[in-house]
């Protein structure tokens, strides 16, 4: 597996340089704003100081392509439509350091540790789950199960019915879509979403919750792999330019926009045609104003076809 | 099976739906249907969940009432008014938004309210001020976004 001989940074950002300099540099060599760039390099640029992204395209690996956005979340997500990001990073002045070492850290990592919540929880933590193998409708019961043992004196008020909003809407795609595309090799949904769906075989849905000191973590698998970037993007460029239901036989087209508003960081792990998971972390926080100023992420891992 | 529960109740012409639950695909607003009365208030104080499927399932509810119906939404839950910030269509064009509930934290005393606010109580989008039900203190902090929360209202007269 091919890995990052460096990384550069690009920020005029002193205060943020050194701490992501400090988070990074474990990883591999840390430059700053070198002059030229090779494909062989991760690259986070800071928006607000770095160079234009076109003019970084044509050199890079764009999976490593890392950008720090301070914009609007829907201008974030048309950004990414348009330039095919794999990464941004919604600034936050505390978080961001802490938030680039864990998704690069997956990049300098073997593949088969990306999975799970593992990454993003400190080591030690405890998560509980449960599989699917229907629609019985009991999983956002046992979601909200699960996040009654949480201790929540850290957060706002709010975050068990985001997640367990999260979590419905995830595993709703994940029973209803997942196995029809892999079966029919079409991005066409034709499960009215009143009907049940039973998966065959070893076939599952795996939910997965845990916290630890920053963030609590939501992640929904599924063993098809079908979600790929390109459905991702085009979905939540969707939810963000029209917000609005669509009428069609199937979901109303908006779960991962909505999975992706009510979190902080946005995470897609896919290895193509075998298994998808989506991560959502709300990171801890006392006020609900900070996570909802919070400028969200999104990160799109996936693992070459071999 | 809906987990939907809609209690109803005619009080002098106007009708008063109780929703409590999840509205989701499953909604069942079959007990709704054919409504006569002028003015019909949906109070949403026992949502627990609204998902993208339960929006569509509403949309198309409110649809089909009788354009002369005066609709009223009334105690409408944070995560409810998230997702109609989130999502255009919950809100019937014309319709009344009575109340709902909104996020005010207090420094005081460190703990976080979920105050019931009327709709005349914002102008301009600017939180009302409030009194902690915890400790008192007179000026808790309203603990959202104001243009971002009060988006819904928009289109309120």
Same mark, same amino acid.
């Given at each position: ?104 850290? +997956?990049?300098?990592?073997? #593949?088969?540790?990306?999975? @799970? /919540?593992?990454? =993003? !929880? %400190? ?119 029209? +917000?609005?239901?669509?009428? #069609?036989?199937?979901?109303? @087209? /908006?779960?991962? =926009? !909505? %999975? ?47 | ?157």
């Amino acid at each position: 597996m091919i890995k990052p001989e460096r990384i550069a940074i690009f920020t005029k950002d002193n205060e943020l340089f050194d701490a992501l300099s400090l988070a990074l540099s474990p990883l591999a060599p840390v430059v700053r704003a070198p002059k030229s760039l090779d494909n062989r390099t991760l690259v986070l640029v800071d928006e607000r100081k770095g160079p234009a992204i076109d003019d970084l395209k044509p050199t890079l690996h764009l999976p490593w392509l890392f950008w720090i956005g301070h914009r609007e979340d829907k201008d974030h997500i048309q950004f990414i439509h348009e330039h095919h990001l794999h990464h941004l990073l919604g600034l936050d002045a505390v978080r961001t350091p802490w938030e680039a070492e864990m998704q690069i850290k +997956k990049i300098f990592a073997e #593949k088969d540790k990306w999975w @799970g /919540l593992k990454p =993003y !929880l %400190a080591a030690g933590t405890m998560t509980d789950g449960f599989s699917l193998s229907d629609s019985n409708k009991h999983g956002t019961d046992q979601v909200r199960e699960i996040l009654k043992l949480q201790e929540w004196s850290e957060f706002f008020d709010s975050p068990q019915d985001h997640l367990a909003l999260m979590a419905n809407e995830l595993v709703s795609n994940a029973l209803y879509n997942g196995p029809e595309e892999k079966r029919s090799g079409s991005a066409h949904y034709p499960i009215d979403r009143k009907a049940p769906v039973f998966l065959r075989g070893s076939e599952l849905v795996q939910v997965n919750l845990g916290m630890d000191t920053h963030a609590v973590g939501l992640s929904v698998m599924d063993c098809f792999g079908t979600l790929d970037w390109t459905k991702t993007v085009e979905s939540l460029h969707r939810g963000f330019q029209e +917000k609005t239901v669509q009428y #069609k036989k199937g979901g109303a @087209g /908006l779960g991962l =926009y !909505l %999975a992706f508003s009510h979190g902080n960081q946005f995470i897609v792990n896919r290895r193509p045609g075998l298994r998808t998971e989506v991560i959502c972390l709300i990171e801890k926080n006392r006020r609900y104003r900070q996570y909802k100023g919070r400028l969200k992420s999104f990160h799109f891992f996936e693992e070459a076809s071999s | 099976m809906s987990k939907l529960k809609i209690d109803k109740e005619l009080l002098d012409g106007v009708l008063t739906a109780q929703l409590a639950g999840t509205i989701d695909e499953d909604a069942d607003f079959t007990p709704l249907q054919g409504l006569s009365q002028p003015s019909v208030i949906f109070d949403f104080h026992g949502v627990t969940m609204l998902n993208s499927c339960g929006i569509r399932e509403w949309v198309s509810f409110i649809a089909k009432l009788p354009p002369a119906t005066r609709v009223t939404y009334r105690r409408c839950p944070q995560i409810i008014i998230e997702q109609i910030n989130m999502v255009h269509g919950f809100f019937r064009e014309g319709a009344v938004i009575e109340s709902f509930a909104a996020p005010y934290y207090c420094e005081h005393c460190d703990k976080e309210s979920k105050v019931m606010l009327k709709t005349a109580q914002v102008q301009t989008r600017k939180a009302p001020t409030q009194t902690c039900p915890h400790c008192g203190e007179a000026n808790m902090e309203f603990d959202a976004l104001e243009e971002q929360y009060f988006h819904f209202l928009k289109n309120q007269g």
